[in-house]
């Protein structure tokens, strides 16, 4: 065969042909490989170019929109008497022995006995109901730490009265929001401009341990006029009282453990914020003394000389709730509010009221209406001027209301004779919202969405959001669930037990 | 333990651009059909990705509810898109 010129010729162009295949098949699978790395890459680019996009738009959207249509107020808006607020009510025994009628409109909030007085049992808030050591959440071992959370020197039997507590009602001039001016530096700091100002200002504050420092404007709306002093049964005034006029608020936002304030309601609950007005006179007294020390004038205040949450929104650091509450991005309304007045000019860094669609949100979302034990917080779809639960129409019962702004309104009274019955501070309407959240990347991203998202998907991711095991309230599982969460506290390694979460599930 | 995730993260998404790539020189798919796998593989991340956070922070429950919401629809579609379109040119995947 070998010997035949054609077989030669076949057989020679047998192997050039299979060297030709060869090299087309090297070729082949050189530019597939070639084909395969430059989609990867290219393919690859392009979804990093993708991912850094919806990153940088996320970043921005939780930096929030300007408001401008804050406060929208009508004819009937003044600023607020602090009399009226039902904490002064609840802890004036002048008060309510002064004005029968609102004491009967206590008692027809849930058939309560002839002898019903709150102020009486406001003075012994929770010390009134004895420990259920069957009853998690209302323990000794919870009540302890209820009471323990409040600062040490801080109970009615203390010099003059004048406490934390007392604070925590209002009042003015307590010895953690003292209007003494007298550690004030002779000379005045000047500072290059206001941003040097405002920047060492939130340094400060952060290092003190706000959450977050906004600062706005003083706003006579706002300020309680005239300020009243319930242990002395006094009115006060900002121009003869106050000691000197201010120009500025600075607003800083505590944060309260997410863990804790998820037993609600319950005495741990209550623990949570009592630890949070703790911290808040910590912030606010540091602060206080900051600006004195920088030769400017300053007081500090807790729920005392202002509407605390209105301060927020104008500070830009959140929007207003379906529960009344300051509605922080990345928190919700699991947060403690205070304040610091001064004479120092902020000039141009004033910060703005700012839209992330919260409030927006909470007009289909009503999970903290439907949480509230004492239906205290409305069910209506929008915000309005006045008033429109389910005794709003009784003359004379909407005194502890601002009529005038638009918002939710509540009905305060309930709120609080629920605390006086469970001895507690409550906190379902804060642990039930959508927008409590641990700070975990998700919730980041459902917070960066919201604003782009219809109406109709606020009502099912209110409604995702216990379905996807978050908002419970009245669990006792949740209590068991704190008491463990100090497992791995001493090395702590996802450093996420301060006041976000636990690790344990 | 989120930067540990991120990094897992970072890895299987490394992976799934690889595959993308293969699978891209290897079948011939619609443009549509394209959109359809990139959009489930994305979602089977993102339910994961969130079940692990959701398993950092302790509510097992929002993790797992996570992997059927997200991934689970990401896994049914690409194993419908490789039975209709993929399978049937299944001997271009192993030449």
């Known amino acids: 065969m070998t010997n035949d010129p054609s077989n030669i010729n076949q057989d020679q162009e047998g192997v050039e042909s299979t060297i030709v295949s060869e090299k087309q098949s090297d070729q082949g699978t050189d530019l597939s490989r070639r084909t395969f790395f430059k989609r990867f890459a290219v393919g690859g680019g392009a979804a990093l170019l993708g991912g850094g996009a919806t990153y940088a738009a996320g970043s921005a959207s939780v930096e929030g929109r300007i408001a401008k249509d804050y406060p929208e107020t009508n004819e009937d808006f003044k600023p607020f008497r602090q009399k009226n607020t039902t904490l002064s009510y609840a802890a004036s025994p002048v008060l309510a022995a002064r004005d029968n009628t609102r004491m009967e409109q206590f008692k027809k909030l849930h058939d309560k006995p002839a002898d019903y007085f709150w102020p009486k049992l406001f003075q012994h808030f929770e010390h009134n109901v004895p420990y259920d050591n069957s009853r998690p959440g209302f323990t000794q071992l919870d009540g302890a730490l209820q009471h323990a959370s409040w600062m040490p020197w801080a109970n009615w039997s203390g010099p003059k009265g004048k406490m934390l507590l007392f604070g925590g009602t209002g009042v003015p001039n307590t010895p953690p929001y003292t209007w003494d001016q007298s550690d004030k530096h002779e000379n005045k700091h000047q500072f290059t401009d206001a941003k040097e100002a405002a920047d060492a200002v939130r340094s400060a504050g952060r290092l003190f341990g706000a959450l977050r420092v906004g600062i706005a404007r003083n706003d006579k709306r706002w300020n309680y006029d005239p300020i009243y002093d319930l242990t002395q049964d006094k009115e006060l005034s900002w121009e003869k009282d106050f000691p000197f006029k201010p120009k500025s608020v600075i607003v800083m936002v505590v944060p309260m453990d997410y863990d804790g304030m998820a037993t609600a309601p319950s005495r741990v609950s209550a623990a949570t914020a009592g630890i949070g007005y703790t911290q808040m006179a910590v912030l606010a007294g540091a602060m206080k003394h900051f600006m004195n020390g920088l030769g400017y004038n300053a007081v500090g205040a807790g729920n005392d000389l202002a509407i605390s949450g209105a301060y927020g929104i104008m500070a830009g650091l959140g929007e207003g709730g379906r529960n009344n509450c300051l509605l922080v991005p990345g928190y919700g309304p699991r947060v403690r509010i205070c304040k610091v007045f001064t004479d120092f000019d902020f000039e141009d860094e004033y910060d703005q009221p700012h839209t992330w669609g919260i409030t927006e949100f909470c007009k289909s979302c009503k999970k903290c209406a439907d949480a509230c034990p004492s239906q205290a917080i409305s069910h209506s779809t929008e915000p309005s001027f006045y008033p429109d639960h389910e005794r709003a129409k009784e003359p004379g019962y909407n005194w502890s209301n601002h009529i005038g702004v638009k918002k939710f309104h509540t009905d305060a009274k309930r709120c609080v004779d629920y605390w006086l019955e469970t001895d507690s501070d409550c906190g379902a309407c804060i642990a039930s919202c959508t927008f409590n959240e641990p700070d975990f990347w998700h919730h980041w991203f459902i917070m960066a969405i919201n604003p782009f998202t219809p109406k109709l998907i606020h009502g099912l991711m209110a409604e995702l959001h216990p379905a996807f095991g978050y908002g419970s309230t009245q669990n006792p599982e949740k209590v068991k669930k704190f008491w463990r969460t100090g497992e791995g506290m001493r090395v702590n390694k996802h450093n996420k037990s301060t006041f976000g979460t636990s690790n344990i599930s | ?95």
């Open chain 2, 1 to 95: 333990m989120e930067l540990a995730q991120w990094f897992c993260f970072g890895i299987l998404f490394t992976l799934m651009s690889a595959g993308l790539a293969y699978l891209s020189i290897k079948v011939k798919l619609s443009w549509w059909v394209w959109g359809a796998l990139i959009i489930s593989c994305l979602l089977i991340l993102f339910g994961l990705a969130w079940a692990g956070a959701s398993f950092l922070e302790g509510v097992a429950q929002s993790g797992a509810i996570a992997l059927i919401c997200f991934s689970g629809p990401g896994i049914l579609a690409i194993s419908w898109i490789w039975k209709r379109y993929i399978r049937p040119q299944a001997a271009n995947l192993s030449s």
